[in-house]
T-cell receptor, first 115, second 115 residues
Framework: DAGITQSPRHKVTETGTPVTLRCHQT?????MYWYRQDPGHGLRLIHYSYGVKDTDKGEVSDGYSVSRSKTEDFLLTLESATSSQTSVYFCAISDTGLAETYEQYFGPGTRLTVT | KQEVTQIPAALSVPEGENLVLNCSFT??????LQWFRQDPGKGLTSLLL?????REQTSGRLNASLDKSSGRSTLYIAASQPGDSATYLC??????????????FGSGTRLQVQP
């Protein structure tokens, strides 16, 4: 398994509170991604990073911000959590590889419940 | 906007049967396509990746094909086993407006192999 950890693995929080999820990798991969997975929607890209302090928005970025101050860490922050942000959040990493495949590897996920 | 579709959403087969999972995509400007497996409550495990210049890839009992002209990919599983029971997701990698690459996921096919 690719060396990707996510913390916390489970979290319950109240509406309106800020929440930060952490993704840590030991593979020294350049690219990191945050997705959310919801029934009926599959996985949707929230934000991604192509290097330290280099981030961009994905398909469903409203209400989320990210930061990457070190290669190994990618943080996802919910500024003010809402019930619609109840979901399972996955971090992924990739790099070009020998054939420039950008093959992605996923972390174990964080289950977030906003009450 | 690229769309990736997987039909059926669920499939149940008896052990030993050969089966095909389908993935279709609307945009033929696909960089590559990746197949994943997801067990309940777990992250995604990469199974196979097919570059746009390739027609198929094989790993053990799995064979994935890619036909850009028809917008289709298939994952063939030979001699299915109960341990193959999981959700299988396909994802197409595209170049976005930013010039960077990202995955667009299908919603997955939930496979149940009956002993």
């Amino acid at each position: 398994d690719a060396g990707i950890t996510q913390s916390p693995r489970h979290k319950v929080t109240e509406t309106g509170t800020p929440v930060t999820l952490r993704c840590h990798q030991t593979e020294n991969h350049r690219y990191m991604y945050w997705y959310r997975q919801d029934p009926g929607h599959g996985l949707r890209l929230i934000h991604y990073s192509y290097g330290v302090k280099d981030t961009d928005k994905g398909e469903v970025s409203d209400g989320y911000s990210v930061s990457r101050s070190k290669t190994e860490d990618f943080l996802l922050t919910l500024e003010s959590a809402t019930s619609s942000q109840t979901s399972v959040y996955f971090c992924a990493i990739s790099d070009t590889g020998l054939a420039e495949t950008y093959e992605q590897y996923f972390g174990p996920g964080t289950r977030l419940t906003v009450t | 906007k690229q769309e990736v579709t997987q039909i059926p959403a669920a499939l149940s087969v008896p052990e030993g049967e050969n089966l095909v999972l389908n993935c279709s995509f609307t945009d033929s400007a696909i960089y590559n396509l990746q197949w994943f497996r997801q067990d309940p409550g777990k992250g995604l495990t990469s199974l196979l990746l097919i570059q746009s210049s390739q027609r198929e890839q094989t790993s053990g009992r799995l064979n994935a094909s890619l036909d850009k002209s028809s917008g289709r990919s298939t994952l063939y599983i030979a001699a299915s086993q109960p341990g193959d029971s999981a959700t299988y997701l396909c994802a197409g990698r595209y170049v976005m407006d930013t010039g960077r690459r990202a995955l667009t996921f299908g919603s997955g096919t939930r496979l149940q192999v009956q002993p």
